[in-house]
């Protein structure tokens, strides 16, 4: 395994949120994330103009089956080789590929299959870039600042979620989905320059540096390919196995995991039920994602802001528990006020757990294994989380919103359960500058 190095290993002489090699990779962070709600806004709106509704799901969720098969397999990248070169491969690759897309869209009618085939791409490619960029934090400042760096992430990732969609919808009134394809593709065009000027230090535990080869024929070179494949194999197994046994980042893996498979089929397809549900309409529905954006942004920002706080296991395990006791009863308070306000509760308990698990995930592992420890967080997340929509709107369609939104909190407050079951997690303490 190679591990990264271009900076000697000081801690900055600033906080994180005025290191300017921190935000260098923030704002690099953030030009890729609003890159990645345009592009998903245009593929959408390019689809329904070839298609029906059924083949715009489908397209819209192509990109997500190779996102999560690879997303593991990504870790292993990170761990593996340069994450510098990982990053910097896929996101170019990625840019290039949108570009294409634009250029395509705009000479001629986007075929079904091209808009599938892109977001097939695109959705592979992700799953080498995310877990490399998010294990970066911890090469590009001190521990004693991961808290902050995890609450700014956070914040920026809200902050996507909001500028994301109108930008991409402006880029569309002007030129539709071409010229919404480029300006995603130019926004991953000006990560590029500043993820190159990140600077990286070397951790700790680095790997011994392996033999040079002799240059070998072809049955060698299958031979060698094949032994890789098997190396990779080994290499994921053994990351999964590392944060099986690992006594915090075990319980703090299992507990987002779990939580997160209750949380995100009600706050995605839920809502939108329940608004039907209730006769709130649209604009009730709006209010209350925008009250959760804005308490999960005041959550983020309030670590970012502190950088540190005290017994932070606890407080995670806390404001989870919280956050998915508000969850369960939101389709059981009578008004729409008190729909969003509790909205708003569930967003500041997300925004806080969120931004302490990362830190405390990013502060206990090994470095060897700090991609493959992000890759198998945002697995839960982006592969697993999306099984529960079917089935939360199902089961709405059977027994109406309350009950589905209690069991679902229910389920997320097992996950708060299990963080306060771990002594390790309740005994966690974060680096203090």
């Not at 070998?216 to 494949?229: L, T």
């Not at 919103?401 to 974060?430: Q, Y």
Request: charged share 10%.
């Amino acid at each position: 395994m190679a591990t990264v190095e271009t900076a000697p290993p000081l801690l900055p002489p600033a906080p994180a949120h005025r290191d300017a090699n921190v935000l260098r990779w923030l704002t690099a962070y953030t030009a890729s994330l609003v890159g990645d709600s345009v592009y998903f806004l245009a593929l959408g709106w390019s689809a329904q103009k070839t298609a029906g509704p059924t083949e715009v799901g489908m397209v819209m969720a192509a990109g997500a089956l190779p996102r999560a098969v690879l997303m593991l397999g990504g870790g292993v990248a990170a761990d593996r080789f340069d994450p510098r070169r990982v990053i910097l491969g896929s996101d170019t690759v990625r840019c290039l590929l949108i570009l294409a897309a634009a250029v395509a869209v705009a000479v001629t009618a986007p075929a079904l299959w091209l808009l599938a085939a892109v977001a097939v791409v695109f959705g592979a490619v992700d799953a080498l870039f995310v877990p490399a960029v998010g294990a970066l934090p911890p090469r590009i400042t001190g521990a004693d600042q991961l808290a902050r760096v995890a609450g700014l992430r956070s914040l920026v990732m809200r902050v996507s979620q909001v500028a994301g969609p109108p930008l991409g919808g402006l880029a569309m009134g002007l030129g539709g989905p071409a010229v919404a394809f480029a300006l995603a593709g130019l926004l991953f065009a000006v990560s590029l320059p500043l993820l190159l000027a990140v600077r990286l230090h070397r951790l700790d535990a680095p790997s011994e540096p392996s033999e040079p080869s002799e240059p070998s024929g072809p049955s060698d070179r299958r031979e060698q390919q094949a032994q890789g494949r098997v190396e990779a194999r080994g290499e994921l197994l053994d990351g999964l196995r590392y944060i099986r046994r690992h006594p915090l980042i075990g319980p703090l893996v299992a507990a987002g995991a779990v939580s997160e498979l209750g949380l995100s089929g009600i706050l995605n397809v839920g809502l939108v039920l329940l608004n039907a549900e209730r006769g709130w309409g649209a604009s009730g529905y709006g209010w209350i994602v925008a009250c959760f954006g804005a308490g999960a942004a005041a959550g983020a920002a309030l670590v970012a802001v502190a950088g540190w706080l005290p017994r932070p296991g606890l407080t995670m395990a806390a404001t989870l528990a919280a956050g998915s006791v508000g969850a369960a009863a939101m389709a059981s308070v009578p008004s729409l006020g008190a729909a969003a306000l509790l909205g708003a509760l569930v967003g500041l308990g997300a925004g806080v757990f969120g931004s302490l698990d990362s830190a405390l995930i990013q502060t206990a592992a090994d470095p060897a294994y700090l991609g493959r420890v992000t890759s198998v967080a945002m697995l839960t997340m982006v592969g697993l989380a999306p099984l529960s929509y079917p089935v939360v709107g199902a089961a709405v369609g059977v027994w109406g919103a309350a009950p589905v939104f209690a069991g679902c909190g229910g389920l997320a407050c097992l996950g708060a359960a299990l963080a306060f079951a771990s002594r390790a997690v309740r005994r966690a303490e974060l680096p203090r500058r």
